[in-house]
């Protein structure tokens, strides 16, 4: 609140914007209206940090791989950053009550350099097998010694990884080791490409298995 003596202004009454004025003793008041707090708790804004809470706990569980898989980002923005505002609304499924990651739509490597074309990939007793195209055909952008990632999840947590050169052949096979996995165990496979120095990478792929 603040008391007024101008005069200039006369006598202030009445109210404007957020400002109520009166006259107390010969003098003029002015006051700010009580300010109407909003509801911090509705439907939609606990679905959306429901949904920042789902990527962000995807980042932690992936973490390093997607350090690596974003060498190329806007300025100023951390691999953490750029992972967030790629996936936050875009790899969010809120078909349902309670939101859920889509991941086959989450990104966790992007950029210029061809990925891998994969053919099949199966679930056997060892782990996962991954027939692939390796698109060393595609000029001077793929080079043999590029790495390529693949990357499972588990539903309870466990993080696997295989990572070998593209090498010469216009198909390849990666093969992940997995200690006794089946199928409805796996929550994704992703497979990615980066550079020999670490400075490109390809736009992730989400793994369909067979």
């Known amino acids: 609140m603040s008391i007024v003596q101008n005069p200039i202004m006369g006598q202030m009454r009445k109210s404007f914007a957020n400002v109520n ?6 003098q003029n008041v002015v006051s700010s209206k009580a300010f109407i707090r909003k509801n911090m708790n509705t439907d939609s804004q606990k679905a959306q940090r429901a949904s920042f809470k789902l990527i962000s706990d995807a980042y932690q569980s992936i973490g390093g ?3 690596i ?6 300025e100023k923005q951390s691999p953490y950053n750029y992972f967030m505002s790629l996936n936050l609304p875009n790899a969010i499924d809120n078909s349902s009550e309670v ?3 889509d991941y086959s739509l989450l990104q966790i490597s ?3 350099l061809p990925g891998v074309n994969v053919l099949s990939a199966t679930v056997t007793d060892d782990g996962i097998s991954l027939d692939c195209d390796s698109c060393i055909s595609y000029g001077m952008s793929a080079a043999a010694d590029d790495q390529i990632t693949v990357l499972c999840r588990t539903v309870n947590g466990a993080l696997y990884f295989a990572k070998q050169p593209r090498g010469t052949d216009t198909e390849c096979q990666l093969v992940l080791t997995v200690p006794s996995v089946a199928k409805e165990n796996i929550k994704f496979v992703y497979a990615f490409v980066t550079s ?6 390809s736009n992730s792929l989400f793994v369909a298995l067979t």
């Open 65 to 67: 791989f997607i350090n």
């Open 99 to 101: 939101p859920v990651i």
């Open 196 to 201: 020999a120095d670490g400075k490109k990478a």
């Open 69 to 74: 898989g974003f060498p190329v980002r806007p």
């Open 110 to 112: 992007k950029g210029s």
């Open 21 to 26: 004025t009166y006259v107390r003793n010969g």
